[in-house]
């Protein structure tokens, strides 16, 4: 088991990777997020009832803005599915995703076995700036 020390040190090293100041606020979500050494996938929504059970006092809102800075620094990705559901990925290796349609879940799929031979050439004036592959599952 991971002690409070151990989890707080890896949330604090995490937030100076990218190069955020460690507000309690911020420790205490990097903690949930990455203090077991673990890569998770959370929603704002998810991440904020973990620290209320956690017993952290902290904002629907705060939880949000927190996310999007996590995801500015570089410390965490966005994945959005159907468009108005957010999911935040502390993995940041170029993988694809399993979103379970049933549980409203997101998990690693295996980038070893995803193949894409060509891209569409971008219009002109952009670049790809990333591809996001999300393989939708239902159980049967």
Not at 3 to 21: H, I
Not at 114 to 136: F, K, N, Q, S, Y
Request: charged share 25%; with cysteine.
């Amino acid at each position: 088991m991971t002690t409070g020390a151990a989890t707080e040190g890896r949330g604090k090293a995490w937030l100076a990777r990218g190069g955020l100041r460690p507000t309690r606020q911020r420790v205490a979500l990097a903690q949930l997020l990455v203090g077991d050494g673990r890569d998770r996938h959370v929603t704002a929504e998810s991440l904020h009832h973990a620290a209320v059970r956690a017993g952290e006092p902290v904002s629907l809102a705060t939880v949000y803005n927190t996310l999007r800075a996590f995801c500015e620094a570089g410390l965490m990705r966005e994945i959005t599915v159907d468009g108005s559901k957010s999911y935040f990925d502390t993995n940041m290796t170029d993988h694809p995703h399993f979103f379970w349609e049933d549980e409203c879940r997101l998990t690693d799929a295996p980038a070893s076995e995803l193949e894409i031979r060509r891209l569409p050439e971008a219009p002109e004036g952009a670049e790809i700036a990333a591809v996001d592959v999300v393989i939708r599952l239902r159980k049967v």
